[in-house]
């Protein structure tokens, strides 16, 4: 045995790293994610002013999302070289509301893969969950935000066909979901992104969505509980 003074603890070592590497962005009014737009309207109102703080769940689940991302995204590179299909990531977004110009989704989309092949393309949207037979079975999947996420991502690549797909974590494997782009879907979410940026801009503080739409469980893991069960409005400091 080695005496405990010389071993390392690999898992402290991985967490304090991912700890250490979350992202700090700063938010600029009239920006909004894809990714975050029907998460609750209170908590995207507070991100803008307060950085979000993440737990070690959701910091593991993030990067075991990332790596199944990159694993899948690298397999399809690969049989694009041997198939003359072109596989890209990352791909950059900016999609200017319709009605309202002083709003723009923006943004890296990191979980999509955009695929063209045989002159067609495809929008990949790749999403990581737990126990994905028993979700599909309950018709827990998919769920309404993915949904919208790639709608709005159809919209910023016309004629192109979406992919959602839902990969298990512990065992690989994968459902998807093939989509097309729909009006009412898009409809909703200009609405919804019109109603966030006009709380930024009169410093309203939003209705505590999460709590009054039966979804409670959200805020178990959102760091501005404290915040929102005060009803402090940081938009309204001095
Ligand atoms: S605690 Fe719940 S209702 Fe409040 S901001 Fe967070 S997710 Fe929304």
């Known amino acids: 045995m080695t005496d405990s003074s010389e071993r390392i603890q690999v898992d402290e070592i991985i967490m304090s ?21 029907y998460s609750c309207l209170r908590k995207q109102y507070y991100s803008f002013y307060e950085d979000e ?43 200017p509301h319709r009605d309202h110009p002083e709003i723009v989704f923006s943004g890296r989309a990191d979980d999509i893969i955009l695929i063209e092949k045989d002159r067609r393309r495809f929008i990949l949207e790749v999403k990581t969950t737990t126990n994905l037979v028993q979700k599909l079975g309950a018709g827990n999947i998919p769920r309404r935000e ?30 998807q979901f093939d989509l097309e782009f729909e009006q009412h879907i898009y409809d909703e979410t200009m609405k919804r992104v019109a ?44």
Not at 18 to 35: D, F, K, M
């Open 17 to 37: 790293e991912l700890r250490r590497a979350q992202r700090r962005h700063s938010r600029v009014l009239g920006e909004y994610w894809p990714s975050q737009i």
């Open 146 to 175: 993915h949904l919208a996420q790639l709608n709005l991502y159809l919209r910023a690549y016309p004629y192109s066909s979406g992919i959602l797909m839902y990969v298990d974590r512990a065992t690989l494997k994968t459902h």
């Open 53 to 95: 703080v993440f737990g070690d769940d959701a910091l593991r689940n993030f990067e075991a999302g990332n790596a199944y991302h990159d694993l899948i995204a690298r397999t399809l590179q690969k049989w694009g070289n041997a198939s003359g299909a072109r596989v890209q990531t990352e791909v950059p977004i900016r999609i």
């Open 195 to 238: 109603a966030l940026h006009s709380y930024l801009k009169e410093s309203r503080l939003p209705p505590p969505e999460a709590k009054e739409s039966g979804a409670a469980w959200m805020c178990r893991y959102c760091s501005f509980l404290s915040l929102c069960s005060n009803n402090q409005n940081p938009g309204a400091r001095p």
